[in-house]
């Protein structure tokens, strides 16, 4: 019986399932430094799994390297980078404390988002959506989420001891954003924003401005990040609204026309998705 020879492949197409794999790395190395209780590094590796996770959609179009292993890749990298690594940072961190309720929480986050990343891969193949609605997800995202959950602990980092660190309140916000997560709540799809001319140059100098806080007040300025995306979601829900009345047969908005290749999948794959 003859051997079925592998198919070759460039270098060029093994870049993006390169960079979910770091990703998912990142997140990996978020546990290990909360094991070891250094929690700004904890931070810092999740966030790094987002960059990684909102390149490497983006790379796959570039470089025409979508594939149906690549979205399956970033959906495992995402549940193991956004749901297991924040919910096991925050119980090393402080749920441990409040003993099986504060595992509890740790494991409900876990649950939600994977069923938000089920959620999202079961949308993937509805065509039949205007493409307005790739201008919102539902639900908060699985990037977001991790961020979102984790906003006690970086307020910890930046303020020390005090409320933020309390397990009740580390607890009530856990669940909170678990309900965002699996939420049929419209959110901002910000990867389809696009910039007029006439805001390529303010757009450049608040990117200046940012990455100069971000360096300078770098706690300070995720926390505000976050609160923003929060304040945010009010508006996202009146527009997806008004859209709606507009067209009020449109489907479901999880789904994203030339999305990423994986979280935003969806930030992406399927490479073809986006963070999810």
């Not at 794999?21 to 290990?32: D, N, P, R, V």
């Not at 193949?125 to 990037?143: E, K, Q």
Request: net charge positive; glycine share 8%; aromatic share 10%.
């Amino acid at each position: 019986m003859r051997r079925t020879r592998l198919r070759d492949h460039s270098i060029n197409r093994l870049i993006p399932n390169m960079l979910t794999l770091f990703a998912l790395c990142a997140g990996l190395t978020s546990i290990k430094f909360a094991l070891d209780g250094r929690w700004e590094h904890a931070c810092v590796a999740v966030i790094v799994a987002a960059l990684f996770d909102a390149l490497d959609g983006r790379i796959a179009r570039l470089l025409d390297s979508t594939s149906k292993f690549g979205a399956e890749l970033d959906s495992l990298s995402d549940f193991i980078a956004f749901g297991v690594a924040p919910s096991i940072i925050l119980y090393v961190w402080t749920m441990d404390q409040a003993g099986r309720i504060g595992w509890g929480c740790s494991m409900l986050f876990s649950a939600c988002m994977a069923l938000r990343l089920a959620r999202f891969n079961t949308k993937l193949d509805n065509a039949d959506v205007p493409a307005w609605t790739s201008r919102f997800f539902t639900g908060v995202p699985a990037p977001a989420g991790a961020g979102l959950v984790l906003l006690p602990l970086i307020a910890y980092n930046e303020y020390g001891t005090g409320i933020a660190d309390a397990p009740a309140l580390v607890g009530i916000w856990m669940v909170v954003v678990s309900g965002l997560l699996v939420s049929r709540i419209p959110t901002f799809s910000f990867k389809r924003l696009a910039i007029t001319q006439r805001w390529v140059l303010p757009a450049m100098v608040i990117v200046t401005v940012f990455v100069a806080l971000l360096a300078s007040e770098t706690w300070n300025t995720i926390l505000a990040c976050g609160l923003l995306y929060l304040a945010s979601i009010p508006f996202s829900q009146r527009q997806f609204q008004r859209l709606s009345m507009q067209r009020p047969h449109a489907p479901s908005v999880d789904h994203r026309v030339g999305l990423d290749h994986g979280q935003d999948r969806g930030p992406d794959h399927g490479q073809d998705r986006g963070p999810h």
